[in-house]
């Protein structure tokens, strides 16, 4: 699925050029890589997005975004009719480039075990066309010691190239605001490889933060992981007060109202997507397993689809009941699925009733989902699984159960 009206191909095709890009982001055409293509072609830089997904490539060649970004549209568009973006499947670009970005984390595996070489390999596959005198920006979130790690493989295959780790702090969907109003932290080892990377940066925002490569690995983790505890709190907080027939939502509401010191404290919710447990998991491996608290949340917010489920077959008998599950994405306003804990609700809900109908107006990658009315209209009992705003009016007769409290008020379930 694409977003965005259809536009004439030959208008935003991309325009050769006789000069060399001046920027190359490998893992362009994504939720990270794509805005930062973006942002850099409206400063005037050549930029080209390189990725392995060839359908994504023909996409955003042919003027439109692979994944719900619209702050981003036009930007591209315009980047494209101007011949300052492209983006190819080509590896070989690498080599014209003054600055290559790479977009590419540290991903955890089925047993939520960093793999710290995935880096190191998708370097592997750039570095035939590495030369000395280029600057390398890490930019995805890394597990602690990799980019020192990158240091090293470059030393070893004899390449002068300067390297600086600046995380990626935007969230989805605000991405072209947020990269220029948030302060960049700029990790670099040498006062030259700061000064380049400072100077990419400061195209897009004023305050730029500059701290070493591993003060940098460790700010990102934290800061995702700071929202995964605050979350889990916030999920614990509310099986705590729904246990004893309490509405969480309206304790929580009286809590932060006029007093500042509360105001970060979260609704509950499903604490998903693709980066808050797998950086917590990250921080676990990197402090050999002693993050009590970081497994504690993982249990806290993994569990509470678990709960719901188990709360309702405490009263309904599920067996014979359609359920509707209402919003699949991982977030509000968000057509990413990744990690999204819809999913592990719809398995449950699956062993234990006798059908499960599952929409969102905003996922199109999913063909399983069906339009809202037939959801209403079908399902005995209603599951708000991501608080998209078309569900804080709907009216329907059926109950809804609503841990968010997105209509007004949490459901006691």
């Given at each position: 699925?694409?977003?965005?009206?259809?536009?004439?191909?030959?208008?935003?095709?991309?325009?050769?050029?006789?000069?060399?890009?001046?920027?190359?982001?490998?893992?362009?055409?994504?939720?990270?890589?794509?805005?930062?293509?973006?942002?850099?072609?409206?400063?005037?830089?050549?930029?080209?997005?390189?990725?392995?997904?060839?359908?994504?490539?023909?996409?955003?060649?042919?003027?439109?975004?692979?994944?719900?970004?619209?702050?981003?549209?036009?930007?591209?568009?315009?980047?494209?009719?101007?011949?300052?973006?492209?983006?190819?499947?080509?590896?070989?670009?690498?080599?014209?480039?003054?600055?290559?970005?790479?977009?590419?984390?540290?991903?955890?595996?089925?047993?939520?075990?960093?793999?710290?070489?995935?880096?190191?390999?998708?370097?592997?596959?750039?570095?035939?066309?590495?030369?000395?005198?280029?600057?390398?920006?890490?930019?995805?979130?890394?597990?602690?010691?990799?980019?020192?790690?990158?240091?090293?493989?470059?030393?070893?295959?004899?390449?002068?190239?300067?390297?600086?780790?600046?995380?990626?702090?935007?969230?989805?969907?605000?991405?072209?605001?947020?990269?220029?109003?948030?302060?960049?932290?700029?990790?670099?080892?040498?006062?030259?490889?700061?000064?380049?990377?400072?100077?990419?940066?400061?195209?897009?925002?004023?305050?730029?933060?500059?701290?070493?490569?591993?003060?940098?690995?460790?700010?990102?983790?934290?800061?995702?992981?700071?929202?995964?505890?605050?979350?889990?709190?916030?999920?614990?907080?509310?099986?705590?007060?729904?246990?004893?027939?309490?509405?969480?939502?309206?304790?929580?509401?009286?809590?932060?109202?006029?007093?500042?010191?509360?105001?970060?404290?979260?609704?509950?919710?499903?604490?998903?997507?693709?980066?808050?447990?797998?950086?917590?998991?990250?921080?676990?491996?990197?402090?050999?397993?002693?993050?009590?608290?970081?497994?504690?949340?993982?249990?806290?917010?993994?569990?509470?689809?678990?709960?719901?489920?188990?709360?309702?077959?405490?009263?309904?008998?599920?067996?014979?009941?359609?359920?509707?599950?209402?919003?699949?994405?991982?977030?509000?306003?968000?057509?990413?699925?990744?990690?999204?804990?819809?999913?592990?609700?719809?398995?449950?809900?699956?062993?234990?009733?006798?059908?499960?109908?599952?929409?969102?107006?905003?996922?199109?990658?999913?063909?399983?989902?069906?339009?809202?009315?037939?959801?209403?209209?079908?399902?005995?009992?209603?599951?708000?699984?991501?608080?998209?705003?078309?569900?804080r009016e709907l009216a329907t007769d059926k109950e809804i159960v609503d841990v968010w409290g997105l209509r007004g008020e949490g459901t006691l379930v």
């Amino acid at each position: 699925m694409t977003y965005g009206s259809p536009v004439p191909q030959d208008r935003h095709a991309p325009v050769p050029r006789a000069t060399p890009s001046d920027v190359v982001v490998v893992g362009g055409c994504g939720h990270v890589g794509l805005p930062l293509s973006v942002a850099l072609a409206g400063t005037g830089l050549a930029v080209t997005a390189l990725d392995i997904d060839d359908a994504a490539v023909r996409t955003v060649n042919g003027g439109e975004l692979p994944f719900l970004e619209p702050a981003a549209l036009q930007p591209m568009r315009d980047a494209l009719a101007d011949g300052t973006f492209r983006a190819t499947t080509d590896a070989s670009v690498v080599a014209d480039a003054g600055v290559v970005v790479m977009v590419i984390g540290t991903p955890v595996d089925e047993h939520l075990n960093p793999d710290p070489s995935a880096v190191g390999a998708a370097l592997a596959q750039s570095l035939p066309y590495l030369h000395d005198g280029q600057l390398l920006v890490l930019r995805s979130t890394v597990y602690p010691g990799v980019t020192a790690s990158i240091e090293r493989q470059l030393d070893r295959a004899g390449l002068d190239i300067d390297v600086a780790f600046c995380p990626e702090r935007i969230a989805e969907g605000r991405a072209m605001t947020e990269l220029y109003t948030l302060p960049q932290l700029v990790g670099a080892r040498t006062d030259r490889s700061r000064k380049r990377a400072t100077a990419l940066f400061e195209r897009l925002t004023a305050t730029i933060v500059p701290v070493s490569p591993e003060e940098a690995e460790l700010a990102k983790l934290f800061t995702n992981t700071w929202r995964y505890l605050k979350f889990a709190a916030a999920n614990q907080f509310y099986v705590m007060a729904n246990d004893h027939g309490v509405d969480y939502e309206r304790v929580r509401a009286a809590i932060v109202q006029d007093y500042p010191r509360a105001a970060d404290l979260p609704s509950a919710g499903f604490a998903a997507g693709p980066c808050l447990l797998k950086d917590t998991m990250q921080l676990a491996a990197f402090a050999d397993n002693s993050f009590v608290l970081g497994h504690a949340a993982m249990l806290v917010n993994e569990g509470l689809p678990m709960y719901v489920v188990s709360r309702l077959e405490q009263r309904l008998d599920l067996a014979d009941l359609t359920v509707g599950i209402l919003g699949m994405a991982f977030k509000a306003e968000s057509d990413d699925v990744r990690e999204s804990l819809s999913y592990k609700l719809r398995r449950l809900l699956q062993f234990r009733t006798a059908q499960v109908l599952c929409t969102d107006p905003y996922v199109r990658t999913d063909p399983s989902l069906v339009p809202l009315d037939d959801v209403v209209s079908r399902a005995d009992v209603l599951i708000i699984a991501a608080p998209h705003p078309q569900y804080r009016e709907l009216a329907t007769d059926k109950e809804i159960v609503d841990v968010w409290g997105l209509r007004g008020e949490g459901t006691l379930v």
